[in-house]
């Protein structure tokens, strides 16, 4: 008998349906005598309508009451999964995630994590029951009701792990597990059946989808056994673990890809010290994440520096560095004006094989697209480039790095988002 963490996203139950379907698998896991914990977000679209209601009435909706007003989607699916399962004849019980246990900070919209008192949870599971949790969120000491922003139900799902000490935590999705490279972009991508959590940390950060980075790091930190795989069959999944066994030959395990990039570069910045503190610190004030960061020659006492942010943030972005230009005499702030994307090869392989970066160069040069600005590390790579020939160059990469597979995938469904 195993404890068992389950969390499926709002695809997985977005009718009643698949609400069906999710319990059935459920009371099968309890079936073979193991116990059982499910996270579920919201839905399909709840979440999307209710933000589109709050906008209606309120262009800037305040966020307290955002967060009251999201967490009603989660708790609508537990306890209709709850009802689900007890048709099949188990017993089941639904908590709201503060029910739960979760304690957060104060930071509403995007709350971390501070402690789960999880009594509650393993009290019900000695009574035999299984328990439904809402994931994406939690409370404050002073009872405020928080969300944990994107990804918040895969990082309550492996926190809820960590913190009852389960065997597993699997994570539920259209896909068969982590692939090599988006599916829907290479049918030919390769099924990983193990990867490291260095590795996953890695792809998450650069765009890949399948799990949010704060879910692997929570993971890592608490080495909790993570498994994604499909909500729609029962095919082995993709195992995250401390030291993935790597095949043979294989120096990149995968391909990641964000279309969510902005460059902005600083043109004629005084050459003196403490001008990049300056502006990366501002920057930092107002939560703004830089990613890339470069810097040119000096000339005649001037610097140019560019740098990659999220495309959402760009225009707050440009406001902080305006803002600069009384105290931080510069000469001109340009931005780009096409669409950019950021295509990263990751992989442990990469620290003993030199020569991979090159070979990436070659291949995108071959195809006569541009580098705009690169990015690197010891397993991985990143170049942002234009993004009217993405799915070209992946696709190179990917056969010239030997990731190809020998059938195409059949993707599921729409993917859980949260």
Known sequence: MALYVMKFGGSSVGT????????????????QGHKCVVVVSAMGDTTDDLIDQAKRLNDTPPVREMDMLL????????ALLSIAIHQYGHEAVSYTGWQAGFRTDETHGRARILDIQAERVLQALDDNQIVIVAGFQGMTNAGEITTLGRGGSDTTAVALAAAIKADVCEIYTDVDGIYSTDPRIVRCARKLNEISYDEM???????????????????KHNNVCLVVRSSFNHNEG??????AVMEQGVVVSGIAYDKNVARISIIGVPDEPGVLATVFGALANEQIDVD???????????????????????????????KLHSSLPYREVTFNDVALVKVSIVGAGMVSHPGVAAKMFEVISKIGVSIKMVSTSEIKVSCVIEADRLQEVISELHTSFGLDALEEVVVGGPKDRR
Request: a negative charge; hydrophobic letters at 40%.
């Open 16 to 31: 009643t349906e698949r609400m069906q379907h999710v319990a059935r698998r459920i009371v099968e896991k309890k079936e």
């Open 71 to 78: 967490t009603t989607g989660e708790q609508m699916s537990v």
């Open 201 to 219: 940390l890695e792809l998450a950060h650069l765009g890949a989808a399948v799990l949010h980075p704060r879910a692997v790091e929570y993971a």
């Open 238 to 243: 993709t195992y995250v673990k401390e030291e």
């Open 292 to 322: 890339i960061i470069v810097q040119s020659g000096v000339q005649r006492g001037e610097a140019d520096f560019s740098f990659t942010t999220a495309l959402s943030d760009r225009e707050r972005a440009l406001q902080v560095i305006e």
